[in-house]
């Protein structure tokens, strides 16, 4: 059974402690540097002072990966680009994606662009060998095509994501509590069932919690202590699906017309794109009847050949 840890420390310190190449995926959410109250640690140092704590962990964190490990990175946009050349330059991993977090709600300014997402890097320790389990992360296609893939496509590298609302039950007492349906792509694409997963600022606990639902293993390292006990709190607590969810997971795509078709197709988008996602299966399943409850009753109608083929909800609807 996969184990999660969570370990009171100062992760710098920690990581300095372990072997090498031990971890097959690294999550990092480290302090911005942008003044967040983080309770223990001032999150607004010194530029000079940062650049040298960022050098510092991710050259151990790069150790402790084995050789066709992966790490992701959040960054803000203060830091990002220096974060890129370290990672590439000092720890000497390969590019792989520069992911952008879209989010839709935040703080609005006057002069100047309110920010709407946050960057993470993700670089692995060898340039082609490493694990990328494409199939567990795809999303669902928007049209219905025997050609398509109805598995699904590649998500891309921008990833909308909620935060975490004060009024929704899974949020912490924790200023930068991250989604868990983020977290839940990166381990499910970057390691396997079994693997080892390190957080090294794991804060309330959410790659902990992720990992523990996917059976991976898990160790989180955090400097403030009441922290480390929200994680071990959240860990015990009964799970009801992840707390966020890509909205894409949750389109119907269009021309499913034929029921025998359709009815096949639903059953494996719960199972492909709603595990670990329950509460979401209902309204995915209203939205199947709002597209096509009433395309049942026009089986007499005779699609049209002319326009995207015999299976076409459009055809059928502009008849
Ligand atoms: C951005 S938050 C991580 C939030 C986390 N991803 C979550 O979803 O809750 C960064 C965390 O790193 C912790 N931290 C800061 N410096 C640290 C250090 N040197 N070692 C371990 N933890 C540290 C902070 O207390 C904070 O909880």
């Known amino acids: 059974m996969a184990e999660q840890t969570t370990i009171h ?48 962990w991710t050259s ?109 039950g899974n949020r912490q007492a924790h200023p930068t509590q991250k989604p868990e349906g983020l977290i839940e792509r990166m381990v499910l694409a970057s390691s396997s069932t079994g693997g080892n997963v390190l957080d090294p600022f794991s804060g309330s606990g959410t790659t902990l919690r992720v990992c523990q639902q996917l059976s991976r293993n898990c160790t989180g390292v955090e400097i403030h202590p009441g922290y480390v006990e929200i994680s071990g709190t959240r860990l015990s607590q009964l799970f009801k699906g992840f707390d966020s969810i890509d909205p894409r997971m949750k389109r119907v795509p269009l021309n499913l017309c034929d029921p025998q078709i359709r009815q096949e197709y639903v059953e494996n988008h719960k199972r492909w794109f709603l595990k670990n996602h329950e509460s979401d299966i209902a309204e995915f399943e209203k939205e199947v009847y709002r597209l096509y409850d009433h395309v049942k009753t026009q089986k007499t109608i005779k699609p049209d050949k002319t326009k995207s083929g015999g299976n076409d909800l459009f055809a059928i609807f502009s008849q």
């Not at 082609?128 to 590298?157: E, W």
Request: aromatic share 16%; with cysteine.
């Open 9 to 56: 420390a100062n992760s710098l310190e920690w990581m300095k402690g372990q072997p090498s190449s031990i971890f097959d995926l690294v999550i990092a959410d480290p302090p911005y540097n942008v003044g967040k109250d983080y309770g223990t640690t001032v999150d607004s140092i010194k530029k000079d002072e940062y650049l040298k704590f960022m050098l510092e």
């Open 60 to 168: 151990e964190a790069a150790r402790l990966l084995k050789p066709d490990g992966t790490i992701y990175v959040f960054m803000g946009f203060r830091f990002i680009s220096y974060l890129y050349d370290i990672l590439e330059n000092e720890c000497g991993m390969s590019f792989n994606s520069w992911i952008c977090w879209h989010y839709t709600q935040g703080q609005g300014r006057r002069r100047g662009l309110s920010a709407r997402h946050d960057d993470i890097l993700m670089f692995t320790k060898h340039p082609k060998n490493f694990t990328f389990n494409l199939d567990d992360i795809r999303v669902p296609q928007k049209y219905y095509r025997s050609v398509n893939n109805m598995r699904g496509a590649n998500p891309g590298d921008v990833w909308e994501f909620s935060h975490i609302h004060y009024c929704q």
